[in-house]
């Protein structure tokens, strides 16, 4: 969606290293979140953000962290990657008063 | 905390079939919204189809329409003269409604399902 842009699309890093992935958006929506996506485990909720510096954890926040300094971005940093981090992350964002979610075409990471 | 299950990891049907995803759910919130979203091979997430939980009246967009029973928790998707760019992932999700102060509404996020790979046969 055009609204959301998602960076890198791609990345192979080696374990512990760090990682940052970016998530842009141009809709001023309030909320935005992160989910990772594994195999047989749907999208999970990492982290999201209901406003600029405010932030909470999701169902699985461990390893992570994120900030938000400005409305369009919000960057969620893998600290020390570890394989088991491996997986396709998505930010999705959320506003207005439909409650309506609009995701990003997602990152696929890989940590070797 | 809400979970959602989808029972069905893959069901293939063929063209022009009407096929049923099934989705449950558990959650002690009684405002809330249920979702299905489609996934492609292109990885893009694509939303289905919405229901409020208070509305009573199934939800319908042209070939894709929903039963909710909200006693039951159960919110099934039905996909009529399906079709073979149908072939996808499906995840049901839910959403609990929270009110926050000063913004007017906003949510915690979706809780997915496992999701159901559904495969369209020529």
């Given at each position: 969606d055009a609204g959301i842009t998602q960076s890198p699309r791609h990345k192979v890093t080696e374990t512990g290293t760090p990682v940052t992935l970016r998530c842009h958006q141009t809709e001023n929506h309030r909320y935005m979140y992160w989910y990772r996506q594994d195999p047989g485990h749907g999208l999970r909720l990492i982290h999201y953000s209901y406003g600029v510096k405010d932030t909470d954890k999701g169902e699985v926040s461990d390893g992570y962290s994120v900030s938000r300094s400005k409305t369009e971005d919000f960057l969620l940093t893998l600290e020390s990657a570890t394989s088991s981090q491996t997986s396709v992350y998505f930010c999705a964002i959320s506003g207005g008063t439909d409650y309506g979610y609009t995701f990003g075409s997602g990152t696929r990471l890989t940590v070797v | 905390a809400q979970t959602v299950t989808q029972s069905q990891p893959e069901m293939s049907v063929q063209e022009a079939e009407t096929v049923t995803l099934s989705c449950t759910y558990d959650t002690s919130e009684n405002n809330y919204y249920l979702f299905w979203y489609k996934q492609p091979p292109s990885r893009q997430m694509i939303l289905v189809i919405r229901q409020e939980a208070y509305k009573q009246q199934n939800a319908t967009e042209n070939r894709f329409s929903v039963n909710f029973q909200k006693a039951a928790k159960s919110f099934s998707l039905k996909i009529s003269d399906?079709?073979?760019?149908?072939t996808a992932m499906y995840f049901c999700a839910f959403m609990k409604h929270v009110k926050r102060e000063g913004s007017g509404g906003g949510a915690d996020g979706l809780t997915f399902g496992k999701g159901t790979h559904l495969i369209i046969q020529p």
């Open positions: - | 399906s079709q073979l760019g149908d």
